[in-house]
């Protein structure tokens, strides 16, 4: 593709031949600047690599640029090493933030890593770039995540985050699995008991649930899903709307 907006990729290439790579193209103007920072592969990864983005100064045609990246390696020579294919980078500060896994954006995604790293970690063609866009990056928009991250690395029971208030009811169903996720368990489900008295099916006219008084007041007008996760029965007699008020 030929673009002039900001691409991603990830790099295979050896350290000293990505720096000299990124380098050149700045120094022939081709780039105006590229960010990289080295990863040790994950579980669900085979090599470690390096994610780098660039800011090109003209219109670029990606299939070129990436021949740009092809690197001789001595134990596979027909196999060279480089770059995947360059992608459109949407938010600067979204890669700025999963270049380091910063725990509050990897909550907020609902995203785990073993592995974490400092913004001194990340090279560019151009420090103080680098620098003034990391001062301007929004972190208030991850810091509930990152509360979530850190109680469920430290333990803190889930029911006590939800009591904290620091969820809007509305985000509850988001952040439990947010927070199972980070724990590293399976969200819980609940099944239902067994019993040995057999139920009438319910009538289509049941379809609606009234709320009863065993909900709190604070609660209402939540999904029934969301308050049966609450450990709440949003109809405690099985009541459905009555008819004549059905008819209302």
């Known amino acids: 593709m030929k673009t002039k907006r900001l691409i991603a990729s990830i790099s295979y290439n050896s350290p000293d031949f ?18 990289w920072i080295y990863h040790k592969a994950e579980e669900d990864e085979e090599k470690d690599h390096a994610h780098l983005v660039v800011m090109p100064s003209r219109q670029l045609d990606t299939n070129a640029l990436s021949k740009e990246f092809h690197e001789i390696d001595l134990q596979k020579p027909d196999k060279p090493l480089g770059v995947i294919q360059w992608r459109f980078c949407s938010s600067l500060d979204d890669w700025l933030l999963y270049g380091i896994h910063d725990p509050g954006y990897l909550a907020s995604k609902a995203q785990v890593r073993r592995y974490h790293y400092s913004r001194d970690e990340m090279e560019s063609t151009d420090p ?3 620098g003034e866009q990391w001062r301007e990056v929004n972190l208030a928009k991850y810091g ?14 889930w029911d006590n985050v939800l009591c904290s208030g620091l969820i809007p009811p509305a985000q509850w169903t988001f952040w439990r ?30 379809s609606k649930r009234a709320r009863g ?3 709190p007041s604070e609660f209402a007008g939540l999904p029934d899903s969301v308050l049966r ?6 109809d405690p007699f099985g009541f459905g709307i009555p ?5 209302l």
């Open 18 to 35: 990505l720096r000299a790579t990124l380098q050149r193209l700045r120094d022939s103007g081709v780039i105006d600047w590229g960010h």
């Open 128 to 130: 103080d770039l680098l």
């Open 144 to 157: 509930l995540g990152e509360q979530v991250a850190a109680a469920a690395k430290e333990g803190v029971p």
């Open 177 to 206: 699995e947010v927070y199972f996720s980070v724990k590293g368990g399976a969200v819980p489900v609940k099944r239902k008991e067994l019993t040995h008295t057999p139920k009438e099916e319910e009538s289509p006219r049941r």
């Open 213 to 215: 008084d065993f909900v």
């Open 229 to 234: 996760d609450l450990g709440y029965n949003p």
């Open 243 to 247: 008819d004549d008020l059905e008819r």
